[in-house]
């Protein structure tokens, strides 16, 4: 059998001119991770469901596993490396969000909640509990059981807020205006130590121990 | 910065990594490896007649394709039986590729290697494999009548029958005022990690070397079984498990046929070799756990307590026992839960389907001991007409009656012996939590407003920290970063954090300084691996008693400095001091560089402890009687037995009038693992674990047709929690230590799962008046249950008795 054909693309990813020869049944995920080594995007499923290969297309969340990497030919793409800001150090608010409230376990599911969250809060910074469940319920994640994640996203949203960051890309201005630094020295979040995960600070919920 | 760490809800080490995309998972690993892919078997069961790999020999890019007469020696041996057990009469094991016949769809009959994985999947299509269809087993009741048989050289499906009894069951019984008659069953399930399987091996051929890299819970035993299979000095290949993408018991199983078959091949080829499990690979080529059906009979005096208990139930093992009986020995030692049993009698017969393997998932046979137990004690209240708790109260072992010995043989070869807890304080923590007493308030309102809910409530007791042993290494590095090593794995438990807390505390160090690698055969050798919520007892322990070592050597090479006495020092933030006299102190790094002395010097600090600048005794040896170089020392902690941690839960759903949805209200956990070494990291475990026992009582099973085909074989179809199916958790905790280690902890992982069936199943009963007697529960079962049962308070309230026609039409029902 003949070598495969392949596709010539560009891919714009995280602000760069990425060039690949890709057969044309090459799944974006793939390119992604093998052919560009961003291995942050994860594949859980393969199939559309778990959300863990979420990148940003354009500025709107899309599973990396249902496009082939020659459909994003042209295409701004934002993977979870470049929500990093660059000196490599620090945290986007998001991740830091996830960290304060302890909103990832063994991480796998995070890249794609994480990716979904920059895409949710672009849309509606101020989301309120329902709808932040709404915005993350594409996603699986097998074991934080998911009150933490939520709590996670009203902390970045928070972040973002209070200057801690600018709003996430929208599908319309180009798509990698996710480079903020974010400002040094802010301090950790108290934890809530008998509680549902949320920072003390921000749990109205009541979700506490009788103690 | 304190180092006192122990206990503290502190964010985790591992975190940012995570968070940037920049962990390391198996894919991640060997981009430029070849690819492996498996053809499997489409059939439940059949003889393998033919296979035609002519068709792939001209697909560009294959590298090799194998099958089962390619396997040289041992590797074409049966794969190892992991756990013997004595009544484990008929163990049976597969083989790394299908030898003459497939007993389940999804076992692997070839391999294929090729340069990508892609076109390894391409020739695997092109290999035409032909089979003698063979009558498939499936389900216990088609097992247990054994018309058909699994294993052809056997007369039964019966892998094993095991009885264990405390006391005089029959006499009890017969002496009982009550007594009922109960049958409970539970579903398949599976653990269902978001990261797959998967392995990547490198061999070395100028050193003689094979580096594995596996997706795994134990990476020493997978090195064991190599390193045996293949004959290879255990030094000679190191296993590393990377980053894990989540568990839960489905890792701990091994070795995968895929664990011998890749490193041979890349041996064999002289090549990197990886094979990433794909989704529909997981659900048929894994393992599965639950699967259980029991029938219990009970007897009880008028205040409901329990007289007698005899229990047979029949567990389905799968198509091969590698990991022995340890799910059915579970479910049968910890099916008494927090209650005395005076006469206890527990009989289980662990079938042979032609099904996939069952080996431990979360809970690992509790969440069945707990259905069946609980569920009894629910019907005991039920009949007498006696509030759930206080049916439970009567039942309990008391504060003062510890060590509770509960005459059974656990899953590690050693009495159950229950070593703390208190039941009446923790069911006391709960109705606060819950607000049980004011709960019918609750309903009345409800019910004002046309609404149906429920409550109902759960407890255990766990086994953890079983042995046989964990150890650790710790090392002050002459920079003054603190390497910790132990060998078990890491699959999301945040031991990064956790066990550098320990180190922190017990050293006397800024948690900074200290990194922890897990699961990595080339630090650490010895181990067993992560799995009953052993990792914080086990290694948590051996590195705490590492650490004590490594302070103590440290005081005593200061005291030489400091020409003090090694008890006069104290070390804090990394300094040793002696104690009440601040100013005189030594840096614990120059107190590594001293305890090493020199010869060669590359640096200012490392001159202080060359052969001319070294303070001594010339009568000492440099390196004295019973001291070694170095800031160092390892530990081992082995247990006596298992540590036993408990807890309770309770629920409050609401069904849909309409649809028959259930709907988790407010979930509510009491939880004792003895003292917490990171109180954020045991609250996660505990929401996971929530979030799986609701997933267990409401969506999760795998769905085989009599054929032996799974139809629900991917994300789309076995239905797993979202955001929106799990409530908020709240939590109390209870710290009784547990006195057999000398941290005082119990395991937490897998507690949160454990009563989440019985819990929710007690309060569906209590909202709709229909009896649960199995999980899970879809919407459309309920509307069944309702509909044969006249009194059922299913439909809309004020409608009671009246029947409803309206079959939702959600086949699985409850989908996310
Ligand atoms: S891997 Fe793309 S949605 Fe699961
Ligand atoms: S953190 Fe493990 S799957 Fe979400």
New binding site residues.
């Given amino acids: 059998m003949m070598a495969e054909a392949t596709e010539h693309v560009t891919l714009r990813v995280n602000g760069t001119a990425r060039e690949l020869d890709v057969p044309p049944r090459r799944l974006l995920?793939d390119a992604l991770r093998h052919d560009l080594r961003l291995t942050g995007t994860?594949?859980?499923?393969?199939?559309?469901?778990?959300?863990?290969?979420?990148v940003l297309l354009d500025g709107a969340p899309v599973?990396?596993?249902?496009m082939f990497a020659i459909s994003a030919d042209g295409h701004e793409i934002t993977t979870v490396e470049g929500l990093t800001p660059a000196d490599g150090n620090e945290l986007h608010p998001i991740q830091r969000a996830f960290q304060d409230c302890h909103g990832l376990q063994c991480g796998f599911c995070t890249p794609?909640f994480i990716m979904t969250v920059a895409g949710l809060l672009a849309e509606n910074p101020e989301p309120d509990r329902d709808e932040i469940v709404e915005g993350i319920s594409g996603n699986?994640c097998r074991c934080t059981g998911y009150r933490n994640i939520v709590a996670s996203v009203e902390r970045a949203a928070e972040l973002l807020r209070d200057g801690d960051g600018t709003p996430e890309p929208r599908a319309d201005d180009g798509g990698i205006a996710s480079r903020h630094p974010s400002p040094q020295g802010t301090a950790p979040t108290p934890y809530d130590a008998v509680g549902d995960g949320v920072p003390a600070d921000t749990d109205e919920a009541g979700g506490r121990g009788s103690e | 910065m304190t180092t006192k760490m122990f206990g503290e809800a502190i964010s985790r080490r591992e975190d940012p990594r995570l968070l940037r995309g920049d962990g390391r998972y198996l894919d991640d690993l060997g981009h430029d490896a070849y690819a492996a892919a498996f053809v499997r078997s489409p059939h439940a069961h059949a003889r393998v007649n033919e296979i035609d790999v002519s068709g792939a020999l001209d697909v560009d890019g294959l590298v090799a394709i194998y099958t089962y007469d390619d396997l040289p020696g041992r590797l074409g041996d049966p794969l190892p039986l992991l756990i013997p057990h004595p009544s484990l009469t008929a163990p049976r094991t597969g083989h790394a590729l299908a030898a003459e016949v497939v007993r389940h769809v999804g076992e692997p009959v070839a391999m294929v290697v090729a340069t990508d994985r892609y076109v390894a999947e391409d020739a695997a299509e092109k290999i035409i494999v032909t089979y003698d269809p063979l009558p498939a087993v499936v389900g216990v009741a088609a097992a247990a009548s054994g018309d058909e048989v699994v294993h052809d050289d056997m007369d039964d499906n019966v892998a094993a029958n095991f009885v264990q009894e405390v006391g005089d069951v029959d006499g009890a019984l017969a002496d009982a005022p009550h007594r009922l008659d109960l049958r409970w069953e539970i579903e398949r399930s599976a653990s269902m990690p978001l990261e797959g399987r998967g392995v990547y091996a490198r061999w070395d051929a100028d050193d003689g070397r094979l580096r594995v890299y596996t997706s795994t819970q134990t990476s020493t035993s997978v090195r064991a079984v190599i390193a045996a299979v293949f004959d290879i000095a255990d030094v000679h290949v190191e296993v590393i498990a990377p980053d894990v993408g989540g568990g839960f018991g489905v890792k701990i199983m091994h070795p995968w046929p895929e664990e011998l078959l890749v490193p041979w091949a890349a041996m064999t080829l002289g090549r990197e070799v990886k094979w990433t499990e794909d989704?529909r690979e997981h659900f048929v080529a894994s393992a599965h756990e639950r699967g259980q059906i029991h029938d219990v009979t009970v007897g009880y005096d008028d205040d409901g307590r329990i007289l007698a208990l005899d229990v047979r139930f029949l567990h389905d093992n799968g198509a091969y026992t590698p990991y022995g009986l340890i799910v059915p020995i579970i479910t049968s030692t910890q099916l008494p839960g927090p209650y005395k049993l005076p006469n206890y009698r527990v009989e289980f017969t662990s079938l042979y389907t032609n099904t996939v393997i069952v080996t431990p998932y979360r809970g690992a046979g509790r969440p069945q001991a707990v259905f069946s137990m609980e569920r009894t004690v629910d019907a005991i209240a039920g009949d007498l007409g006696l509030d759930r708790t206080d049916v439970r109260a009567v039942n309990f072992v008391q504060p003062d009656e510890f060590p509770h010995d509960l005459g059974l043989i656990f899953q590690d070869g050693r009495p159950a012996i229950y070593d703390s807890g208190d039941f009446p304080e923790s069911l006391r923590k709960l109705k606060a939590l819950v607000d049980w007493e004011g709960f019918d308030e609750r309903r009345q309102q409800a019910e004002s407003e046309g609404r149906r809910i429920g409550i109902g409530l759960a407890c255990y007791v766990e086994g953890t920290g079983v042995g046989p042993y964990e150890g650790a290494h710790v090392h002050v590095e002459t920079s003054g970063r603190v390497m910790v090593s132990t060998g078990l794995t890491t699959q999301g438990q945040g031991h990064e954090t956790a066990f550098a807390q320990i180190v922190a505390t017990e050293l006397g160090v800024p948690i900074e300084q200290v990194h922890v690698t897990t699961g990595d055969t080339r630090r650490f050798g010895y181990a067993v691996g992560t799995f009953a919520s052993r990792a914080a007892v086990m290694s948590g322990n051996a590195i705490a008693l590492a650490a004590r070592a490594v302070n103590e050597k440290a005081r005593v090479v200061a005291a030489r400095a400091l020409e003090a006495n090694p008890e006069d020092l104290e070390i804090a933030d990394g300094i040793v001091r002696v104690k009440g006299s601040p100013d005189d102190r030594i840096p614990l790094n120059q107190v590594a560089v001293l305890s090493n002395p020199l010869r060669y010097s590359f640096s200012e600090a490392a001159q202080a402890a060359t052969q001319f600048s070294m303070p001594s005794d010339p009568e000492d040896p440099p390196v004295r009687e019973g001291e070694e170089p170095g800031l160092e020392s390892k530990a081992y902690y082995s247990p006596p037995r298992s540590t036993f941690a408990n807890g309770m839960h309770a629920v409050v759903v609401e069904i849909d009038p309409d649809s028959a949805q259930v709907r988790v209200l407010d979930y509510a956990v009491v939880h004792d693992c003895g003292n917490m070494i990171n109180p954020r990291i045991v609250e996660g475990q505990i929401h996971g674990g929530v979030a799986q026992g609701i997933g267990g009582a409401l969506y999760e099973r795998m769905a085989y047709d009599e054929h032996g085909q799974l139809l629900n074989a991917s994300?789309m179809d076995f239905l797993m929690p979202y955001a929106s199916e799990v409530p908020q958790v709240r939590t109390d905790h209870l710290e009784t230590p547990s006195p057999l280690n000398p941290l005082g902890i119990k395991g937490a992982g897998e507690a949160g799962v454990i009563p989440g069936a019985a819990a929710i199943a007690s309060a569906i009963e209590d909202a709709t008046g229909l009896q649960i007697t199995r999980m899970p529960l879809s919407p459309d079962e309920l509307f069944r249950l309702q509909r044969s049962d006249g009194n059922a308070r299913l439909a809309p309230v004020g409608a009671l008795g009246t029947s409803v026609d309206d079959e939702p039409d959600d086949e699985q029902g409850g989908a996310p």
Avoid: M
């Avoid at chain 1, 994860?42 to 979420?54: A, I, L, R």
């Avoid at chain 1, 599973?63 to 249902?66: D, G, H, K, T, V």
């Fill in positions: 995920s994860h594949v859980g499923c393969e199939h559309g469901v778990c959300g863990c290969c979420t599973r990396s596993c249902l794609g699986l | 989704r994300f």
